[in-house]
């Protein structure tokens, strides 16, 4: 059921205001600039408080009334962490029965954000969830699909498209948009994200073989650890941040960077609405189980742009985007004359909402959504799944399908271990 703020609170007021002989003092007044009453403020539980969850414990306009984790000593430090008491729980649903949650933030591993953000849409609540939005294609479409249905506002937790400095640019990428918006490097363009253009591949996140099993720590719940994941004898290895190693929990550095590094790329050119119909890869075969490296990847749209990530800094020149008419390199360095002077004179990109607390009260899109946050994430995981295949795919953007390629169609939608289903 949705939850309508603006009726309860101007209710609230209206009542107050009808009592006869009774003085308002107005809140401000009372709290001192910028005081907001606790019962102004959104309420939230946060689900996975690891070190992610602990560390957006505070945003704007919010306050905790819940946490949940399976591990005991995450549940401790985040009571510590947030000082006042909150209900704890092991069991993300009894967090989701709660009324008074109005926000519901994910931080879990990835392989359950798909669950989770649906059932919370389900259940009523705003969603803010971690990247990568989900660990396939198909949980993305599920989501998408609650989302939409059940009326939530929803915020993936990646910013570079609309607020601080993209990596190794000194600067915002709005400047970039309205280079590409205004036509001047031509079209199509093609853009490269390696180290030359300031971006990590964080490869360190490669998972190990022959794991041996080891005794689960008393404090931990391995077994909804796994939830929907397949079993797999318990390592320290698989668990708490190395997760990202393995591929039945994330991909690697690029399940852990991709929506950082290409959400704002895919703003750029334009392609909140649309998907890669090639995906071409060159790998070293991959592990069953541990994600290993990449070399290259290049997404190729129904109109020429590409997006090439270059896991070798192997392109020394590259320019981060180029096309017919001019190139464009990190710290806005560029081979049009004059180019500053251009982009003070061009329009601003149209405005979007940045505040989540905001799009919550006034029930609008934030700018990050469950519509371009799940075209960046399926970016994110056509690449995964092109390395873990070993081969090149294609892909038809409007059926969400891969074609001629019945593997990886089954790869769009994995199996989940029971009773966890989506």
């Not at 945003?59 to 000593?73: F, K, L, S």
């Not at 590409?306 to 896991?311: A, F, N």
Request: hydrophobic letters at 35%.
């Amino acid at each position: 059921m949705k939850k309508n703020f603006t009726t309860r609170r101007n209710f609230i007021k209206t009542t107050a205001l009808s009592l006869a002989g009774i003085s308002i003092v107005p809140r401000h007044v009372l709290g001192g600039p910028g005081f907001i009453a606790p019962s102004d403020q959104l309420t939230k539980g946060i689900i996975g408080v690891g070190s992610m969850g602990r560390g957006h414990i505070d945003y704007e306009g919010t306050r905790v009334v819940a946490i949940c984790d399976v591990d005991r000593n995450h549940l401790d430090l985040a009571q510590k962490a947030i000082g006042n008491p909150v209900k704890t729980f092991s069991n993300f649903r009894d967090l989701l029965a709660l009324p008074e949650v109005d926000i519901v933030h994910i931080a879990t591993p990835p392989h359950w954000h798909g669950i989770m953000a649906k059932e919370a849409a389900e259940a009523g609540k705003d969603i803010w969830c971690e990247k990568p939005m989900t660990r396939t294609i198909g949980e993305g479409i599920k989501v998408k699909q609650a989302v939409e249905a059940t009326g939530r506002i929803f915020r993936l937790n990646t910013w570079f498209r609309f607020e601080d400095r993209f990596y190794g640019f000194n600067t915002e990428v709005k400047p970039i948009k309205k280079v590409v918006d205004s036509g001047m490097l031509g079209w199509p363009l093609t853009v490269t994200v390696s180290g030359i253009t300031g971006f990590n591949w964080k490869f360190f996140w490669r998972g190990k073989t022959h794991l041996t099993e080891q005794k689960v720590p008393e404090q931990l719940d391995y077994e909804t650890w796994l939830g929907p994941a397949p079993y797999k004898p318990y390592n320290k290895e698989r668990v708490h941040v190395n997760f990202r190693g393995y591929w039945d929990y994330d991909g690697g550095g690029l399940g852990d960077m991709g929506q950082h590094y290409l959400d704002p790329v895919q703003y750029v050119l334009g392609k909140d609405n649309e998907s890669p119909v090639k995906i071409e890869v060159d790998a070293p075969q991959q592990h069953y189980d541990a994600v290993g490296t990449w070399r290259r990847i290049t997404y190729t749209y129904a109109d020429g742009c590409k997006i090439i990530l270059d896991g070798e800094n192997k392109d020394k020149d590259a320019a981060f985007i180029s096309g017919p008419n001019g190139k464009l390199f990190p710290n806005m360095v560029s081979d049009i004359p004059n180019i500053q002077k251009k982009i003070d004179q061009l329009p601003d990109p149209s405005p979007v909402i940045t505040n989540f607390s905001e799009a919550v009260r006034t029930r609008q899109k934030f700018a990050l959504n469950e519509s371009n946050g799940f075209r960046s994430s399926t970016l994110v995981n056509l690449g995964i799944l092109a390395v873990r295949l070993g081969r090149n795919l294609e892909f038809d953007s409007k059926l969400l399908r891969f074609k001629n390629d019945d593997a990886a169609n089954l790869l769009i939608n994995q199996p989940m271990r029971g009773p966890w289903t989506i």
